[in-house]
């Protein structure tokens, strides 16, 4: 429940943003539709992940499956965890001088990834349990250890390449 309840937060500060026009103004106004479509995508993945989040601590759901709620289970724990382990490797960069700037490094980033991290081990004591009492293998950790940098490239390379093509992120 409490993972379901990190996702449903973090798509409320994702729908806050958008009902704000956060993006509208300051240095990145010109990236501000652009962000608006990568915003809602990611919206809807978080509220995915709280209705996976629920699936996993319900009785045995006959849809879907248990190796698809497994698969997912252990995708949503690969991929925030990939992601804290590169948001550490870029603040890690950042703090030494060999990229980026250490000062951007404040509270709030601290917090996010902070966040994140607790949102891998909410989903990896998911996955273990629900791989448990499901009895999956280790093909269902396997397809969703696949998946994490898929759904992680597709996110962070794939779609902001996609949106200067459609004219939504300026090309620099």
Not at 7 to 30: K, L
Not at 100 to 118: H, P, S
Request: charge should be neutral; charged fraction near 10%.
């Amino acid at each position: 429940m409490l993972m379901a309840l990190w996702c449903v937060g973090f798509a409320a500060v994702s729908v806050w943003i958008e009902a704000t026009d956060h993006f509208a103004d300051g240095e990145y106004a010109d990236y501000a539709s652009g962000f608006s479509v990568a915003n809602w995508l990611v919206t809807v993945i978080k509220v995915g992940g709280s209705v996976l989040a629920l699936l996993a601590v319900a009785r045995r759901p006959r849809f879907p499956g248990p190796g698809v709620v497994g698969t997912l289970l252990w995708a949503a724990f690969a991929t925030t965890g990939i992601y804290v382990l590169g948001s550490l490797v870029q603040a890690v960069l950042m703090l030494t001088g060999q990229a980026g700037d250490a000062d951007r490094i404040d509270g709030a980033a601290v917090a996010y990834v902070a966040l994140f991290a607790l949102a891998a081990v909410g989903f990896g004591v998911l996955a273990v349990s629900y791989a448990r009492r499901a009895g999956l293998g280790n093909k269902e950790l396997a397809l969703g250890a696949i998946g994490a940098p898929i759904l992680l490239g597709g996110l962070l390379v794939a779609l902001p390449a996609l949106l200067v093509a459609l004219g939504l992120f300026p090309a620099s």
